[in-house]
Structures are given as C-alpha cells and as structure tokens.
C-alpha cells in the first residue's frame, strides 16, 4: 500500500526559504515519477511540479518556476521541495503526490503539510 | 492554460437522490497516445484530496460503484446515484493532458 509522509512545512518570514520533504513506502519509487500540488487556506488546488525515476524530465508550473526546485533521493525513498524567495501568496498546504501507474493520473496523496508565510 | 469550470459551485442534495457535477474544459483532453486524462477527486474535511475517478470513467478501487464518470471531448460529468451522508465535501475535476495540469474549482455536497 502507497504511503506518503510529509514534513518540514512552518512558518516563514517572506523572502526566505523552506525545504519540505516526503518519505514514500509500500511501492518502487525510482520507478516512478513523483509530484508536488499545493492547496491555499479554503482554496482549490494547483499543481507545482513533476519529476522522473531518474530525475532527468522534471517541469514546474510557472507560479514557481526559478523559485522552487524538485528533486528525489531514491536511496532513500524521498522526495523533496526546496523553497526559496517565499512569498505570501505561497502560504498553502502542500501535498506529495504519486501514481504507480502514470503520474497524471494523480492516485496517490500524502496528508499535506501547512506552510505559512508570514511576516 | 486549461481552464476547467465546475457546475454548479454549490450542491445541495437529499439523502438517497442523485447528484451530477459538471466539469468542461477550455480545450479538449485527448492525449497524443489517445488517453484523455481527466480525473475526478473528493476532498471531505479535514482530509487530502481522495482520486475517485481516473481517465474519466475507471472507478478507483474501493470507491462506491454509486460513483461513475463519463464524457468525452471538453465535456465531462460525475454522477452519484443516490448520495449517502458520507458523500458530503468538496468534488473538484483535473485535466492532466495539457501541462499546467488544472483542476476546476471545486463543487461543494452537502446535506438538504
């Protein structure tokens, strides 16, 4: 069973930075692509950014393309989300996301972790 | 971008009703292998987004066969055929052809 563990969300001043993580168990993860979607307070949901198995094919939404990167540590079965130049507009809960079959397809989801940006 | 707009925004249902949610987006959802990725998710309170639907009719595992998908083109509906108290939360569509990959605004169930 997929199994998706979020971390590393807080409360950050705007300008900084945050690096969140997710561990996944119960499935191959360098097989797989992984991904990032985020959810304002009382909002809908967005899309930020995919990346492969091998983490040659990785794209971002352009909300946060040259701010944010997406990188994986199949070692250790984790994903993870470096955040920089935050900005208030970022304060969301972001979720890991996967799919064992096709990423697109969105099957897998962790719990989300909070992050807030706020002076 | 795709633009996916829901309707209606809000649904009232009675327990035991139907319930139908409309999903159409700004461009059609064929991709270039002939899959149409279109996906339907319930998010209830509290909780993280749950797929109930993928490639707009394949049902997930587990979900309630009270639950189906259909469409084709820029033109999609989930329907529930007789709502249940735990149907109650927020049904949002997403389209994963066309990169951003978009989600609609969401559609909020609730209780009569």
């Known amino acids: 069973q997929v199994h998706l563990v979020e971390s590393g969300g807080g409360l950050v001043k705007p300008g900084g930075s945050l690096r969140l993580s997710c561990a996944a168990s119960?499935?191959?993860?360098?097989?797989?692509?992984m991904a990032w979607i985020r959810q304002a307070p009382g909002k809908g949901l967005e899309w930020l950014s995919y990346?492969?198995?091998?983490?040659?094919?990785?794209n971002y939404a352009d909300s946060v393309r040259g701010r944010f990167t997406i990188s994986r540590d199949n070692a250790q079965n984790s994903l993870y989300l470096q955040m920089n130049s935050l900005r208030v507009e970022d304060t969301a809960v972001y979720y890991c996301?996967?799919?064992?079959?096709?990423?697109?397809?969105?099957?897998?989801w962790g719990q989300g972790t909070l992050v807030t940006v706020s002076s | 971008d795709v633009m996916m707009t829901q309707s209606p925004l809000s649904l009232p249902v009675t327990l035991g009703q139907p319930a139908s949610i409309s999903c159409r987006s700004s461009?059609?959802?064929?991709?270039?292998?002939?899959?149409?990725?279109l996906s339907w998710f319930q998010q209830r309170p509290g909780q993280s987004p749950r797929r109930l639907i993928y490639?707009?009719?394949n049902r997930d595992s587990g979900v309630p066969d009270r639950f189906s998908g259909s469409g084709s083109g820029t033109d999609f509906t989930l329907k529930i055929s007789r709502v249940e108290a735990e149907d109650v939360g927020v049904y949002y569509c997403?389209?994963?052809?066309?990169?951003?990959?978009?989600f609609g605004q969401g559609t909020k169930v609730d209780i009569k």
């Open positions: 119960g499935f191959t993860f360098s097989d797989n692509y």
């Open positions: 990346i492969d198995g091998t983490s040659s094919d990785t």
């Open positions: 996301v996967g799919d064992v079959s096709q990423i697109r397809n969105a099957g897998d």
């Open positions: 490639k707009v009719s």
């Open positions: 997403m389209q994963a052809t066309h990169w951003p990959w978009t």
């Open positions: 461009q059609g959802l064929v991709y270039e292998d002939g899959s149409t990725f």
